[in-house]
């Protein structure tokens, strides 16, 4: 898991307010199904967003960092049901600060 400096994780926010949840972690909760949409998505995107439905904010913390450590992603915040990710592509398309 990849660690972002303050200044990278604020231009990541600020790309990301136009971005729709690409991921969603249902009831079943985080399965090997989500985890692998997640990594196509990331790879795809490398700045995703992921909807957690349920009220269990221990449970989205928890998930949230299991997601990050399984594709080697950063995690860039946690608000409220949404989670969003970082994963620098092979090729970047996004220029970090």
Do not use: N
């Not at 990278?8 to 009831?27: D, E, F, N, T």
């Not at 909760?29 to 989500?34: D, R, S, Y």
């Not at 009220?55 to 949404?82: M, N």
């Amino acid at each position: 898991m990849r660690e972002l400096s303050v200044e990278q994780r604020k231009y990541l926010k600020s790309l990301a307010h136009s971005l729709k949840p690409v991921v969603m972690i249902g009831a079943q909760g985080l399965t090997e199904a989500v985890i692998r949409e997640a990594g196509v998505a990331l790879a795809a995107h490398e700045l995703i967003k992921v909807r957690v439905l349920g009220e269990d904010r221990a449970a989205r913390e928890a998930w949230f960092q299991e997601l990050c450590e399984a594709l080697d992603a950063a995690p860039v915040q946690h608000i409220g049901k949404l989670l969003l990710l970082y994963k620098a592509a092979e090729k970047p398309k996004l220029k970090l600060p």
